[in-house]
C-alpha cells in the first residue's frame, strides 16, 4: 500500500521569508509559490533527491493552515506524506482496518492534481499522515 516518502509540510507565517532563511542556511532553493484555493494554502516546495520539503502560508484568514498557525505563532511541522499506489484503495483497506480517513471519502486533489487523503493523527502516532497517489 505504502511506496515512499512524498514530502515533509512545514506551516509558515511567511513564504517569503522561510524561503529566504533555508537559501542563507542550507543554501536549498525554494519553487515558486503556487495557491490551492481550496485548501487556503499558498504553497511552495523545495525538492530533494527524495523526497521534497513543503511550505504552507495561508492564503485566507480561517482557513486549516491559519488555524494551526494561530496555535503555533512561530510555525511548524504540519504533516507529512506518503505515497500510496491507489489513494481511493488505501482509503477503503484504512477504514476496514479501523483508521481514520478525514474527509467522508470525498476525492481531494493537490495543486499537482495528484489524488490525496490525510489520515487522523491518532491513527499515526500523533502525526497527521497525508497519502497521496502519483499522477500518471
Ligand atoms: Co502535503
Known amino acids: 500500500m505504502i511506496t515512499g516518502l512524498s514530502h515533509v509540510s512545514i506551516a509558515?507565517?511567511?513564504?517569503?521569508?522561510?524561503?529566504k532563511k533555508l537559501k542563507e542556511l542550507y543554501g536549498l532553493t525554494v519553487t515558486e509559490a503556487?495557491?490551492?484555493e481550496e485548501q487556503g494554502?499558498?504553497?511552495a516546495c523545495v525538492e530533494l533527491p527524495n523526497a521534497r520539503i513543503e511550505l504552507m502560508e495561508p492564503s485566507r484568514p480561517g482557513s486549516p493552515i491559519a488555524k494551526f498557525l494561530e496555535r503555533n505563532p512561530g510555525g511548524g511541522i504540519h504533516h507529512f506524506c506518503l505515497n500510496v499506489d491507489d489513494v481511493a484503495a488505501a482509503r477503503?483497506?484504512?477504514?476496514r482496518r479501523g483508521a481514520r480517513v478525514l474527509g467522508e471519502g470525498r476525492d481531494q486533489r493537490n495543486v499537482h492534481g495528484e489524488h490525496i487523503?490525510?489520515?487522523h493523527p491518532k491513527d499515526?502516532?500523533?502525526a497527521l499522515v497525508e497519502l497521496?497517489?502519483?499522477?500518471?
Request: hydrophobic residues 50%.
Open 117 to 119: 487523503a490525510f489520515v
Open 124 to 126: 499515526f502516532l500523533g
Open 92 to 95: 477503503v483497506e484504512l477504514g
Open 34 to 36: 503556487k495557491v490551492n
Open 12 to 19: 509558515v507565517p511567511s513564504l517569503e521569508s522561510a524561503a
Open 41 to 43: 494554502v499558498r504553497l
Open 132 to 136: 497521496e497517489q502519483r499522477a500518471g
